[in-house]
């Protein structure tokens, strides 16, 4: 089984732009499709981006579409999520996680997967 670290987070402007890191060891990356969720205080954790195995396919939530960009490196075994044009409402702790067993893209309920990283947090100013 992976484990997963999150890096990458901080206090952004708005219009501002980050991007989180998620490094993997343990077992083959390669085998876990991946996603990203985040958490609000006082929200139910909440589907963000996910892709499969090879990084081809890619499914983004509504919010997010156009202004964030989910990719994997399996050589360095790291996903990453570019985040553009940062909103107030974007603020969260962001989480990556793994599933394992799945072909294509991962399920978007956070309950379907496997493995988490502790998180890392986003703040963005008005």
């Known amino acids: 089984q992976v484990q997963l670290v999150e890096s990458g987070g901080g206090l952004v402007q708005a219009g501002g732009s980050l991007r989180l890191s998620c490094a993997a060891s343990g077992r083959t990356f390669s085998y876990y499709a991946m996603g990203w969720f985040r958490q609000a205080p006082g929200m139910e954790r909440e589907f963000v981006a996910i892709?499969?195995?090879?990084?081809?396919?890619?499914y983004y939530a509504d919010s997010v579409k156009g202004r964030f960009t989910v990719s994997r490196d399996n050589v360095k075994n790291t996903v990453y999520l570019q985040m553009d044009s940062l909103k107030p409402e974007d603020t969260a702790v962001y989480y990556c996680?793994?599933?394992?067993?799945?072909?294509?893209?991962?399920?978007?309920?956070?309950?379907?997967?496997?493995?988490w990283g502790q998180g890392t947090q986003v703040t963005v100013s008005s």
């Open positions: 892709t499969d195995r090879s990084g081809v396919l890619k």
């Open positions: 996680a793994a599933r394992a067993g799945v072909y294509g893209l991962g399920p978007q309920s956070p309950g379907e997967y496997d493995v």
